[in-house]
């Protein structure tokens, strides 16, 4: 299962087993990221550089609630819809966790379809992962709204309990929210990229000479797996705890 | 794995990039489901204490490590990237040990200071 798969991306050295094939790949002179393309590199850094951002957001959280001598707000009766006259604990965060996850699976797909150089399927599938995104901005939208306005919950202070609440939740789901609005403008470019064969005929995008290829939907993929990865992380952190 | 399967079809062998069965990709969407689930009856159920943490903790693990490993195709890179990704992100481990002390500290001195002004 972990055999590396090559890519058309010059002629990779034969690889040792384990740590030597490391130490081989990243020794002397050489690229160290053999076949991978370098767009997925870089990517894949970026991304590392983002799980910084995150984590320090969701650290200074873990030390503001740690360290407040206010009761937290629980976040189980806040972020609760009264469905059927009844009251539900957390479903609203329950549909947006579904919905994302989805749209990561539709994501996934989409990758496979376009290394088949499937067109349709991939557009397809690449509007499906940006309209649940939307539907996902549209979710927090409405949480931000009620909190906001029916609750009354400022970043410097709110009528039920610890002040740090409003303030690391509007700052860790406004940055989430920021990157999944900025991952459904890049999924429609990137649709719109996959249906007008642009990358079939390997026509070079905005801003660059490079030739178009579906490596850019996997890079695209890689973005908003992350961005599900993330949630994954606030999910189990800010509203469960 | 992988290899079996680029035997059997050798059109995929030649194609470029990540190519594997689109079944293991609803697997573990199906999967992902039912953890998602998991961990959201931990609060439906109001489990308390050490048990509603390694449970949430274990779920968010696992979960963050199906989407890396197959969504994101870390299964099948190269060592190489593989930890130069990986790796870097243990240093985190250092920042929330260091949070964790001066959560305590910060907290032991308000409760020691707002007590003071009480009396």
Partial sequence: ?241 | MAHAEAQQHPVAAHAEGQQHPIGIYLKIWGLLFVLSTASYLVDYFHFHGYLRWFLIILFMLLKAGLIVAVFMHMLWERLAMVYAILVPTLLLMVLLGIGALEADYTFFTRGVFFLKGLF
């Fill in chain 1, 1 to 241: 299962m972990t055999q590396a798969i090559q890519t058309n991306t010059g002629q990779p050295l034969p690889l040792p087993e384990g740590i030597e094939g490391i130490v081989a790949d990243w020794s002397s002179d050489q690229r160290a990221f053999k076949n991978v393309p370098w767009g997925k590199a870089m990517m894949w850094i970026f991304l590392l550089s983002d799980t910084f951002i995150f984590s320090s957001f969701l650290i200074s959280y873990m030390t503001v609630r740690m360290s407040t001598t206010d009761p937290w707000p629980n976040p189980s009766e806040v972020f609760g819809l009264t469905m059927f006259g009844k009251s539900i604990p957390l479903l609203l965060i329950a549909i947006m966790t579904f919905v994302l996850i989805s749209s990561s699976g539709t994501m996934a797909m989409a990758v496979k379809f376009g290394y088949e150089k499937n067109r349709r399927m991939t557009f397809i599938l690449l509007l499906c992962t940006a309209a649940l995104g939307a539907t996902f901005v549209g979710m927090q939208a409405f949480e931000w709204t009620k909190l906001i306005v029916h609750e009354g919950i400022r970043p410097w202070g709110n009528p039920l309990g610890a002040a740090q609440f409003g303030a690391a939740f509007f700052m860790i789901t406004g940055f989430h929210g920021t990157h999944v609005s900025i991952g459904v403008i890049f999924l429609l470019i990137v649709a719109t990229k996959v249906i007008r064969g642009d990358l079939d005929h390997e026509r070079p995008g905005f801003m660059t000479g490079r030739k178009g290829k579906y490596e850019i939907v996997e890079i695209m993929g890689l973005y908003w797996h992350f961005v599900d990865l993330v949630w994954v992380f606030i999910f189990a952190v800010f509203y469960l705890w």
